[in-house]
């Protein structure tokens, strides 16, 4: 099982940015799959997650309205489209999914929101 991300970089204030998430070695419509992400000093936390069925999505409450996750299943491949971004989004955002009882994580892709 391999995921890896990619879109990160450097934006300004109300800016947008769209993250990718590849993922590899499992059947990529039977799981449900997310994005987190942890900024420095603080705990990793949850952004977004689409269930198997792509139907059931969950936001954190503090990207409701701005952020959307979505998948494409020919490419195997989650999205995050974030918008009105924000100094306080500012972190390194990672693709997450639990396949047969394992976490499986990459390597993280740094987004910056600053002026």
């Known amino acids: 099982v391999q995921v890896v991300e990619s879109g990160g970089g450097l934006v300004q204030p109300g800016g947008s940015l769209r993250l990718s998430c590849a993922a590899s070695?499992?059947?990529?419509?039977?799981?449900?799959m997310g994005w987190y992400r942890q900024a420095p000093g603080k705990e990793r936390e949850l952004v977004a997650r689409?269930?198997?069925?792509?139907?059931?999505?969950d936001y954190a409450d503090s990207v409701k309205g701005r952020f959307s996750i979505s998948r494409e299943l020919r490419k195997n491949t989650i999205y995050l489209q974030m918008n009105s971004l924000k100094p306080e989004d500012t972190a390194v955002y990672l693709c997450?999914?639990?396949?047969?009882?394992?976490?499986?994580w990459g390597q993280g892709t740094q987004v910056t929101v600053s002026s």
């Open positions: 997450h999914v639990h396949v047969l009882q394992r976490d499986y």
């Open positions: 070695g499992f059947t990529f419509s039977a799981y449900a």
């Open positions: 689409i269930r198997f069925n792509g139907g059931n999505i």
